[in-house]
């Protein structure tokens, strides 16, 4: 499609946004939110018909792009026979939804709970963990993000818990391996996963095993910087799961429905959690949903028991069918293996390619369409291009780095010290280049500040 401009169209737009939108996560007089006119593929433009390749996939959730014609398709015809339908009847589009997930989760995560996003996907594994052991605790790592919702939140290990963080959710914090800024002191990977995991039991001894319901963690850490855990870490923990009886949960809400180039990330990994949240790229964001994929076990604990929790919206039609098409495309036309190839061939090289040109980066890390640089002003000390949680002139460098990328047409996932490398996983080996070679350019801005 080729953009039309409309500057008075947008302008419009604009205007109704500034009176009337309140915006997540955001000082509402200090933001400037573009705004867009279409998206169609990896790309979206706005209303004076500049092209913007996107480089942060939404909020790294339109793993097929935008207005894949399949997927709306599927929409338009189930709000033709079904538009809506209370959760507690069996429904089509539900059903098959269900049936599809649960084909592709590991193990024996075959019971579907639908919500309508990844934070209360959160809250209803924690609420299921918490019943099932009849304990309260949750354990969580620092450098998480879980949702917005009060109990996910609380989960979450970044800055944004703070102003909700009530200190008495039942959560206890912990660090997981990250080698390039190691809380063990470790070396080598091999240093890193076996000291975190005994930092880790330690943290259950000290907190009471028969107080701890559920470990819950990413099982890439996402927006805290795409952390690959080192090889046997998520083994580990399930290993400490088994010993204490506590739940193990897998945050695969960004992770999930081949962005990690497989249909989970668990499977990097060959574990199988007891419980496994998803959303975003279950339809690619097309309409809202997320849910919790439930082991036997679990399930069992509710097969006559009640359980305490539901949502008005949970397998809504219109969110299921979208489901349905977008893991029938993904299945179809190959888009979990272009993800893995792609992040292979090309993506992972070619950032490893511009780390050494480039001194401001410190580190390359990621896997299939799921990549973070780490910015740095100094790669011997890797002092952090900013610091942990800037804001305002303190974030001057990230905030030039973003807006080079825009002027080349690229639009970034840019958060904190970093810039995440995460388009549709459906995107072309051109188009990817295409956006390398901005990024290559844009982060000749961020060199400006090392040294």
């Known amino acids: 499609m080729t953009p039309q401009p409309n500057p008075e169209a947008g302008a419009a737009v604009k205007a109704a946004d500034r009176d009337h939108v309140f915006h997540s996560w955001s ?19 706005d209303y004076d018909g500049r092209r913007y390749l996107d480089f942060s996939s939404g909020l790294v959730y339109t793993n097929v792009g935008y207005q894949h014609p399949k997927i709306v398709a599927a929409i338009q015809e189930q709000a033709a026979k079904m538009t809506t339908f209370a959760p507690a009847f069996a429904v089509e589009a539900r059903s098959e939804a269900a049936r599809l997930i649960a084909e592709r989760t590991p193990g024996d995560l075959d019971k579907i709970f639908f919500t309508n996003g990844g934070a209360d996907a959160v809250e209803h594994a924690i609420r299921m963990a918490r019943l099932h052991t009849g304990r309260p605790k949750v354990l969580s790592a620092y450098r998480s993000y879980h949702g917005g919702t009060q109990q996910a939140v609380n989960i979450t290990g970044d800055p944004r818990r703070w102003a909700s963080d009530s200190g008495t959710a039942g959560v206890v ?31 259950i001894a000290f907190e009471g095993p028969s107080t701890v319901a559920a470990i819950i963690l990413e099982t890439i850490p996402g927006t805290a910087g795409i952390m690959v ?26 992770a999930g429905f081949g962005r990690t180039g497989e249909w989970f990330a668990a499977d990097l990994f060959d574990v199988t959690p007891d419980l496994l949240t998803f959303a975003k790229g279950v339809n690619s964001g097309y309409v809202p949903l997320g849910g919790v994929a439930i082991s036997g076990a679990i399930a069992e604990t509710f097969g006559k028991r009640p359980y305490p929790g539901g949502l008005t919206y949970s397998g809504h039609p219109l969110a299921c069918a979208a489901a349905v098409a977008t893991i029938d495309v993904m299945a179809r036309e190959g888009v979990v293996e272009n993800a893995a190839r792609l992040g292979a061939d090309v993506v992972g ?14 580190e390359v890390r990621g896997v299939g ?37 825009k002027k080349g047409g690229l639009w970034p996932f840019v958060n904190m010290n970093r810039t995440h490398v995460v388009p549709p996983c459906n995107i072309g080996e051109a188009e990817l280049k295409e956006g390398l070679a901005v990024l290559d350019a844009a982060l000749s801005v961020a060199d400006e500040y090392t040294g």
């Open 27 to 45: 000082a509402q007089e200090l933001i400037d939110p573009l705004a867009v006119a279409g998206a169609e593929g990896s790309h979206f433009w």
């Open 173 to 203: 914090h912990f660090w997981a391996p990250y080698l390039y800024r190691s809380r063990f002191y470790a070396e080598t990977e091999e240093q890193e996963c076996a000291r975190a995991l005994e930092h880790l039991e330690t943290t």
């Open 229 to 254: 855990p080192p090889p046997g870490y998520l083994a580990g923990v399930r290993e400490l799961c088994d010993k204490y009886g506590i739940v193990f949960v897998l945050d695969e809400v960004m």
């Open 349 to 362: 090289p070619e950032l490893r390619a511009l780390a050494e040109r480039h001194p401001s980066v410190g």
């Open 369 to 405: 369409m799921f990549w973070a640089l780490e910015l740095v002003r100094d790669r011997e000390t890797r002092e952090p291009l900013v610091p942990y949680n800037a804001a305002g002139e303190a974030n001057a460098p990230m905030a030039a780095f973003a807006a080079a990328a």
